[in-house]
């Protein structure tokens, strides 16, 4: 059975502190009332200002311990997330998008995978 952790990836660079926190804690909470286990990347400890390189390995090994991860519809013009994405791909972790309806039904209904 695949943990319930999953991995929000989003915008940051480039965006008010404000705006990019707000971001992150509405998905985790949206996460966390499905009764999935989110890992927000503004909670790793990364100090303000990091540019996405300095950021970047800290983000990965977070992701590395998800079953999934949740990617925010911002996510074009971020580097990172990106990055994060491929990364996710290439360790077969589970990718949920905010713009395909069909992912969010997803995961509404069933919170993770049974192998």
Do not use: Q
Not at 29 to 36: E, M
């Amino acid at each position: 059975m695949k943990n319930k952790k999953i991995y929000i990836g989003g915008k940051i660079t480039g965006l008010p502190k404000e705006e990019y926190v707000t971001n992150f804690l509405n998905a985790e909470k949206w996460l966390r009332k499905l009764g999935w286990e989110p890992v927000n990347p503004c909670g790793l400890g990364i100090p303000d200002g990091s540019s996405t390189p300095e950021a970047l390995p800290r983000c990965l090994a977070a992701l590395k311990t998800c079953s999934a991860m949740f990617v925010m519809e911002n996510w074009r013009t971020s580097e990172g997330t990106k990055e994060e994405i491929n990364f996710a791909g290439r360790h077969k972790i589970d990718l949920y998008f905010e713009e395909i309806e069909e992912d969010i039904k997803e995961l509404e209904s069933s919170l993770f995978i049974i192998d």
